[in-house]
């Protein structure tokens, strides 16, 4: 359904070279080294498999491509790990968000190489559930502070730092 949905909208928008396909991102359905770049951009936090699907994204990807990730990051204060006991909240398919540098450790570890990155933000805004709130009233106010958490309404709202990063893929 969305894959119509986005194929219709870029055909509208006058996209004539692009297709939508739906893959489990640990099995993607393309010959090795078939791309010169991938954006994995608010997913990778959602992946039960990340070791598998990193792999998986350096055999698609051709040697020394670009692979760009952008995806929230846990504040390196939230001792409490209050950001994933926050997003597992929303049944949608949340498994952990890393701290940035676990982040690139991560692709580090896969022989990916670091070239450019900045930090933008992301703000999550949910309805303040039950569960919500005695999350919140269970974290010191130091910890909340770290994602500017405020409650306005039955709303709770929160800002997360997310970090983009530009990789290179191995070299062969
Ligand atoms: C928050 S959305 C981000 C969508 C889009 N990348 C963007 O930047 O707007 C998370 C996406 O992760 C995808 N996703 C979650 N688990 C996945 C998996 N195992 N394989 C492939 N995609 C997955 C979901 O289908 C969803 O499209």
Known sequence: MAVLRNQATAGEQGY????????????????????????????????????????????????????????????????????????????????????????????WASDFEAQQQFVSTITFTRSLKAAYRDLIDGTPPEILDLYGVTITGDRAVLDSDVLNVKFAAPAD
Do not use: K, M
């Open 16 to 107: 004539a070279n692009v297709e939508f396909l739906v893959a489990d991102g640990c099995t993607i359905d393309f010959l090795d080294a078939s791309f010169d770049g991938i954006t994995w951009r608010y997913a990778l936090h959602h992946s039960a498999q990340v070791e598998a699907a990193l792999a998986e994204v350096g055999r698609v990807l051709r040697p020394a491509a670009v692979l760009v990730v952008a995806d929230a990051v846990r504040h390196p204060e939230d001792d409490r790990d209050f950001i994933n006991r926050c997003q597992a909240l929303e049944p949608d398919g949340h498994v952990r968000i890393y701290t940035a540098n676990g982040l690139v450790d991560l692709f």
